[in-house]
């Protein structure tokens, strides 16, 4: 059985952001939130590509393992058919569509992250994107137009926070409010106002 790493829960996050707004620097909590959603993206990264391109990072060591026969097999003792994989990631927002190159970026730049700024940046970047229409056309992978009539789509943080699509909405529309990002709070009211009325707010895909 694959095991995924789960969403990161909503209040971890508030915390993390309130204590900012406040002038704490916890440092240890920015690492708690930035490599719990570390995590979630290495699980995001491993199960589109062992989807697209049939290459499945190993849960238990970390290997590529590529699809044989209808079965990823790896050397230290891992294996798992092409429906146990497809079943074991199917709506659980695994999927990373067009907006890979996000959690790929993060992936790389979180790591490398010294101090509590460089942290909230990496982090506030990864859960406050989107998922961008025609990100083929920018060179970007793995595109997948959920609605044709906006150019941004799904927020990146309905894959890796707790909560339905619509919860995720309000929960990173007070973020912003809490920053004081008025323009950011603006931009996540006038997704949602375009959205409602379509099935962004309202209907979680499959994958």
Not at 36 to 45: K, P, V
Not at 89 to 116: C, E, V
Request: glycine share 6%.
């Amino acid at each position: 059985m694959i095991k995924w790493n789960k969403k990161v829960p909503q209040d971890l996050i508030s915390r993390l952001y309130n204590q900012s707004a406040s002038e704490i620097c916890d440092d240890e909590l920015a690492n708690e939130v930035g490599w719990a959603l570390y995590a979630r993206c290495e699980s995001i990264i491993s199960a589109t590509n062992g989807f697209e391109k049939k290459i499945l990072i190993c849960p238990k060591c970390g290997a590529d393992v590529a699809l044989a026969e209808n079965t990823f097999n790896c050397p230290c003792g891992f294996n798992a058919t092409w429906e146990e994989f497809k079943k074991s990631f199917t709506g659980k927002q695994l999927f990373g569509a067009n907006a890979m190159p996000i959690f790929l970026n993060y992936q790389r730049d979180f790591p490398r992250a010294k101090t509590y700024g460089e942290k909230l940046i990496c982090i506030d970047t990864l859960i406050h994107s989107f998922h961008i229409r025609y990100a083929d056309d920018k060179g970007l992978t793995n595109c997948v137009i959920e609605n044709d009539n906006i150019d941004v789509n799904r927020p990146t943080g309905a894959n890796l926070i707790e909560g339905t699509l619509s919860e995720v909405i309000l929960f990173l529309d007070k973020l912003s409010s809490i920053e004081g990002y008025s323009q950011g709070k603006e931009q996540w009211r006038s997704i949602a106002e375009r959205a409602n009325g379509g099935d962004i707010l309202t209907r979680d895909t499959a994958l």
